[in-house]
């Protein structure tokens, strides 16, 4: 995850983990929420269905995401 970047969206991997950059700045959980929200977008699924399960203060997490069907085109591209 990069908080504060220009426009919110997936930039490719790094690593083996995606990239996500986010237009919200890492301040009092807005990138947190920022994360969440563009996830539950991209799965279409509810806000509440999206979970970060570890390193919420960290850049490296661990989502997870319940219901979807199947992952978004613009994630798989990545």
Do not use: Y
């Not at 009092?28 to 539950?40: P, R, T, V």
């Amino acid at each position: 995850m990069q908080p504060g970047a220009r426009r919110t969206g997936v930039a490719g991997l790094h690593g083996e983990r995606l990239k996500i950059r986010l237009a919200a700045r890492a301040v009092e959980g807005a990138a947190n929420a920022a994360l969440i929200e563009f996830l539950a977008d991209e799965f279409g699924v509810r806000k509440n269905d999206v979970t970060i399960e570890s390193g919420e203060r960290s850049r490296s997490k661990r989502v997870s995401v319940t219901g979807a069907r199947r992952a978004p085109d613009s994630l798989l591209s990545a």
